[in-house]
C-alpha cells in the first residue's frame, strides 16, 4: 500500500468532519436532514444513528476509512474503492447541503464567522476528496493496458 494524495485528502476530511461532531454534540446540534435529530441525543445519533448537524454517523466515517485504505490498494479492489470513496463523498455533500444547520450559518440574520468558516473548510475537503477519487480513477485506467497495447507488444 501507498499513502496518495486522496489518503490524506480522506484525513483531513474525517478529522475535520470528528471536530465537527464534537462542536456538534457540545452544543447540541442534532441532524436536521433526513428527519430531526434530538438535541439531548447527539452523541448516541453520532455513534448510532444519524449522525450530528456537522457529521455523518461514525458507521458512515468508518466505512470512508475502510474505502479510503482500499484505494491505496492497486488492482480491481482499489478501484472499487475509489468509486467507493467518490459515492460517499457525493452523498456526504448532498447531506451536508441539506443540512439546515448549514443554511442557518450563513443567514444574513445569523451569521456566524466561526461555523462558516468550518462549514466551507469542511465542504471544501468533500470536494477534495471526491475529485482526488475522479483523479485516481482516471489514472488508474490510463496507466491499464488495453487490448490494443498487447497486440503492439513484440513478439518472442
Not at 444519524?50 to 461514525?58: K, R
Amino acid at each position: 500500500m501507498r499513502l496518495t494524495r486522496l489518503g490524506i485528502a480522506v484525513a483531513a476530511s474525517i478529522t475535520l468532519q470528528v471536530v465537527g461532531a464534537v462542536l456538534a454534540i457540545q452544543q447540541r446540534l442534532a441532524y436536521g436532514f433526513g428527519g430531526h435529530g434530538d438535541p439531548n441525543q447527539v452523541a448516541r445519533d453520532f455513534v448510532l444513528g444519524g449522525g450530528t448537524a456537522e457529521s455523518p454517523s461514525v458507521v458512515f466515517l468508518v466505512l470512508l476509512v475502510l474505502a479510503a485504505v482500499l484505494a491505496a490498494v492497486r488492482g480491481r479492489v482499489g478501484v472499487i474503492a475509489c468509486v467507493a470513496v467518490s459515492a460517499l463523498s457525493v452523498l456526504e455533500v448532498i447531506g451536508f447541503l441539506g443540512e439546515p444547520h448549514t443554511w442557518r450559518t450563513f443567514s444574513l440574520g445569523s451569521l456566524e464567522p466561526g461555523w462558516a468558516a468550518y462549514e466551507l473548510l469542511a465542504l471544501a475537503s468533500l470536494v477534495a476528496m471526491f475529485l482526488l477519487a475522479v483523479r485516481e480513477l482516471a489514472v488508474r485506467r490510463r496507466l491499464q493496458p488495453t487490448a490494443h497495447d498487447a497486440e503492439r507488444q513484440p513478439k518472442l
